[in-house]
């Protein structure tokens, strides 16, 4: 059965990305040249800058749900494991990334059970505020939307997806408190899992969907900094994307959504910017992405030696209200 999985995620990674290079290469004609130009430069900066405050979002939600299910730590260590970790979502298979943080996190002394189950509410969230926008997105665009590209889902498949990365979480945290077998004893411990309240929650999914909303910006950017559209299309952008990350981040096998998600950026794009634009889009977009975590991944390593030889604020505060002994 596990070799079948392998085989079927494959095909289907294998699949996507053929499509997408059949595309990219019968348009490669059309690609508009980009002129490399101090407007473009700008642009460049902006959308990775903006890329790079993410993981800055993505912490903070982190931290917040791992706060609320009772484990404490500073922000800057939630950071540097999340850049450190980020990176590792190149490998094949799409779980480099997930097994890396639960490694590090654990050298930092975070609870592993507090760990798994946090990222596990994080991709729900995550997964709800895209769908959310998308939903948003596809709703107020009009049935025409739908008649000129058909590849995208629907509504309502898009209201199952959310309703499913929302309730999936819960239910294994349910599970887990109420009847946890020997093997999953024996990775988790007995600790037992802690719920976040409903505020967390909507805090998280706020924080999630601002993180989409700046992925439309970028596409935003790109499409009029370096490919010249002719007018903004940032909330159609951030619904399409939206779209794109989710299937890319469900994919089995697809590392970063490689492939999967150029696929469909490429064919949501083209009845707006054209073929060969639609494909340097999607391109500059990877490019983007890809220099983004490696500059977070530099930087949070090099955060990482800074920071190793300062102690954490509670156990400074907690040395320094310690009454002193008599000598």
Known sequence: ??????????IFVLSATGYFLVFAFSHFSSIPIIHWNFQ???????????????FLISAFAWRLLLSASGEITRLADIIIILCVS?????????????????????TYN???TRVIFTMTLEAGWAIVGSSFLAFVVLLTAGKSLFKAMPQLPSVWQIVAVATAASLIPLLGAWAINTW?????????GNDEVIIPSRS?????????????LLLGIILNILAQGLFDAPHSNFWLLTGFFAVAWVAGFISPGAPAGLGVREAILTAALSPLYGAGAAVGISCALRVVTTFGDGLAFVAALIAKRMLSNIPDASSYMQKKTMPRQEE
Do not use: D, E, T, W
């Open 110 to 112: 975070l609870n592993v």
């Open 86 to 106: 980020q990176f590792a979502k190149y490998m094949p298979g799409n779980i480099g990334h997930h097994v890396g943080r639960v490694a590090l996190a654990r």
């Open 200 to 212: 967390v929650f909507f805090a998280c999914f706020l924080l999630y969907s601002l993180n989409f």
């Open 1 to 10: 059965m596990k070799h079948f999985y392998r085989l079927i995620s494959v």
């Open 180 to 188: 946890r077998p020997s093997p999953l004893r024996k990775l988790l």
């Open 40 to 54: 473009a430069f700008v642009c460049l900066v902006a959308a990775v800058s903006f890329y790079i405050f993410q």
